[in-house]
């Protein structure tokens, strides 16, 4: 399966089109999500922009050698693959992850420009960029590659999960109104035990400070 030094996915008897695992490429979003994630989290609480420069400059080389040379020296996805090499793999159709991860570059040379800018653009598309990485490594849903059947003629083939195939949904992809409801009654008890978890101790404290300004 392995080719020249400079190419996009591999080739495999069973596919017309050239393939990529899916297994590390999930596994490779997941790596960067979580880097990105802790540098995001560090500069949002402490104002240390220094790890989220480093990040921004790891992505773009990260980036650029999977869209430009070969996905295989991508260092994250060499993670990915070390990840899950005892897992069989689940072949993808590799024109519309290019596609998708020249959307990738192009948000992460977007952001080396603004490296040294500390304003809602960078945030943004930091934020862009981690929401991008969750959905992949989380669910599988490549939204680039979603992006990829609006600008290409040709429908893109072997897509995650058979998505890009028409298809039924099987009985155990099925949700009742049961199960919606109980998420429902779910999620508002979540948020009143959170709403009654709030302290009242800002407001005792104002109170005790109001009364001793008035004893003075």
Known sequence: MHGNIFQFGEHHGEYLVRVINEREARAGAGILFLIAGVAFMNAWLTGNYLPTQAVVMGFFADFFIRVLINPRFSPSLVLGRLAVRNQ??????????????????????????????????????????????????????CLGCRVYGIFNKERAQLCPGGVCEVGDRQPIQHISWFQYTVLMVFIMAWWGLVGLGESPEPHTAARGTHHGFRHL
């Open 88 to 141: 069989v793999p689940e072949f993808v159709g590799a024109p519309q992850k290019r596609f998708a991860w020249a959307l990738g570059l192009a948000l992460a040379s977007l952001m080396l420009v603004f490296n040294n800018v500390r304003g809602p653009i960078n945030m943004l598309v930091c934020m862009l960029c981690l929401l991008l990485l969750f959905f992949e490594a989380t669910f599988g849903i």
